[in-house]
């Protein structure tokens, strides 16, 4: 009998460590739901499609990182570095992205909405056709962004900084725009 029990005991362990070797390591994270990943350097990683709900890439390096396709909803992604990162048609609903730096991150078919990029850097980001509807824009740089056709309905642009950035043909019904900077910004209200 007690044969039998450590016979299952060690199958058991067996199985987990085989589960634990199916989940792909990147910089020393788990790539998966629920990740935990703080200040580390992921530059460059290959993410396209993977699941990272309710992760937490705080202070975390993601530059130049392929992330198209990826669900990233309700992470953290605040103070992270996405710069010229790949975000073509993830899903980032809910996800906090405060003080962030997504300078020329492609960001076009994103689905943003309730987003919360409170003083987030998207200098020359593209944004066309993006969902940032209900989003917390404040105090972000969008200096140059490519916001064409996005949806911006109930966005929060309070002292934002949109010179030169092209809305053109985006829904702004209900955005707020208090004290923007909107030199240059075509389609700005």
């Not at 044969?3 to 990147?26: E, G, T, Y």
């Not at 300078?103 to 078919?109: K, P």
């Not at 409170?118 to 200098?123: H, K, P």
């Not at 010179?163 to 909107?182: S, Y």
């Amino acid at each position: 009998m007690a044969k039998a029990k450590m016979l299952c005991v060690l199958l058991v362990f067996a199985a987990a460590a085989s589960f634990a070797q199916d989940i792909p390591r990147v910089g020393g994270c788990l790539i998966r739901p629920g990740t935990l990943c703080t200040s580390r350097n992921l530059s460059g990683a290959k993410l396209s499609d993977a699941n990272l709900t309710h992760s937490q890439f705080t202070r975390s390096v993601l530059a130049d990182t392929d992330l198209e396709g990826a669900n990233l909803d309700q992470s953290d992604l605040s103070r992270a570095d996405l710069r010229r990162a790949d975000l073509r048609s993830p899903s980032l609903q809910r996800v906090s992205a405060r003080a962030a730096r997504f300078d020329e991150a492609n960001l076009s078919s994103a689905t943003l909405k309730g987003a919360v990029l409170r003083n987030a850097n998207l200098r020359g980001a593209d944004l066309t056709q993006a969902d940032l509807s209900g989003s917390h824009l404040a105090n972000a740089r969008l200096k140059g962004a490519s916001l064409l056709l996005a949806q911006l309905q109930g966005a929060n642009f309070t002292e934002a900084h949109l010179t030169d950035a092209d809305l053109t043909g985006a829904n702004t019904e209900g955005a707020v725009f208090r004290r923007a900077r909107t030199s240059r910004c075509k389609g700005c209200p």
